[in-house]
């Protein structure tokens, strides 16, 4: 008899169609969104999940399911998944790394170029019918050519968005929890590691693409959003508790720094309402990734993970340790 195994949100129906030749498959197709106890529910008697943030796996949920051998995440990020109970309570994790890195390289160069050079501010003006003529002062920004590329969190999505900083000649530093290799670095066109401090005073550009964690949570704060110019960008394009979304809306309001381009937010799909109303700032439905060949690609990643490790394999992108 096969595994049986829960899809937990809508996802591409060929890989509903790929995953039934191994598993029986319980798809939600109407990509309802499960509270922790209809989950648990759904969950009775399954071997496996197919999961994405939206669903938390801690020590408490795990008690309540006896039978579940994987949580295979489809998504790089893993902060909603308590790795250590699963390791304690026998169940594997994993994530879909790599796949996604270009496409959210790309998607953050999409949302600096917005919030620096104002695009979405200034198209809702002219779809507003303000547009009465030409002005030399109207909706002026910050050039990327040539300016200070700040980037925390240097995984490979953040060496992916370093090499494009290659094209607009820009200088790259970067602060992360270990400096990359000499090599490395160089493929980065060249980033320079430096202090938190160092950076935001820096960089004329921040990007945020660092891991979330209790550790992480409000690596963007008041004080920091202070120690950065005032004609500076922040894009965040990692997790939403990353940045302090009250100390930004204030730093917005206050012009300590120009603008903000957000794809992520800390209590998803809820944001804070303030932000509506600020000009200033980006705000993007966490896209970063939602390319159609790589959603494809971290579904079947996915796939793999749930495949592998129910017929006794070790699945590529086991996150136990
Ligand atoms: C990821 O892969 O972590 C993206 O943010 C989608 O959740």
């Known amino acids: 008899m096969k595994p049986g195994i829960l899809v937990a949100r809508a996802v591409f129906p060929e890989i509903i169609e790929r995953l039934s030749l191994h598993f029986e498959v319980e798809a939600n197709q109407d990509d309802i969104l499960f509270?922790?106890?209809q989950l648990v529910a759904k969950l009775q008697g399954k071997a496996g999940v197919m999961s994405t943030s939206s669903s938390r796996f801690d020590a408490g949920i795990?008690?309540?399911?006896?039978?579940?051998?994987i949580v295979a995440n489809m998504a790089v990020g893993y902060d909603n998944i308590d790795v250590a109970a699963c390791t304690a309570a026998g169940v594997m994790a994993s994530n879909t790394p790599d796949?996604?890195?270009e496409?959210?390289?790309?998607?953050?160069?999409?949302?600096?170029?917005?919030?620096?050079?104002?695009?979405?501010?200034?198209e809702h003006w002219l779809r507003a019918g303000k547009w009465q003529?030409?002005?030399?002062?109207?909706f002026l920004g910050a050039d990327l050519h040539g300016s200070t590329l700040g980037?925390?969190?240097m995984g490979r999505i953040g060496q992916a968005i370093a090499r494009r900083s290659m094209g607009?000649?820009?200088?790259?530093?970067?602060?992360?929890?270990s400096r990359l290799s000499e090599e490395q670095e160089a493929r980065a066109n060249n980033a320079r590691y430096v202090g938190k401090e160092e950076l935001l005073r820096t960089a004329d550009h921040v990007v945020l693409v660092l891991p979330y964690s209790a550790q992480s949570r409000h690596t963007i704060g008041a004080a920091e959003l202070d120690l950065m110019k005032p004609d500076a960008t922040l894009v965040n394009l990692a997790r939403g508790g990353i940045v302090d979304d009250v100390a930004l809306i204030a730093a917005l309001k206050a012009g300590k720094i120009a603008a903000a381009g957000l794809d992520v937010f800390e209590n998803e799909p809820k944001f804070h309402p303030d932000f509506l109303g600020l000009d200033n700032v980006v705000l993007t439905p966490h896209i970063a990734s939602a390319s159609a060949p790589t959603r494809k690609a971290m579904a079947n990643c996915a796939a793999d993970n749930l495949i592998a490790a129910l017929g006794n394999q070790r699945p590529p992108n086991l996150l136990n340790p």
């Open 35 to 37: 509270t922790p106890d």
């Open 103 to 122: 496409t959210t390289a790309d998607f953050g160069w999409a949302l600096l170029m917005a919030t620096a050079r104002r695009i979405t501010e200034s």
């Open 168 to 177: 607009f000649d820009m200088q790259v530093i970067y602060h992360n929890r």
């Open 133 to 138: 003529k030409w002005r030399y002062d109207y």
């Open 62 to 69: 795990l008690a309540r399911l006896p039978d579940l051998k």
């Open 99 to 101: 796949v996604l890195n």
């Open 151 to 153: 980037i925390i969190g």
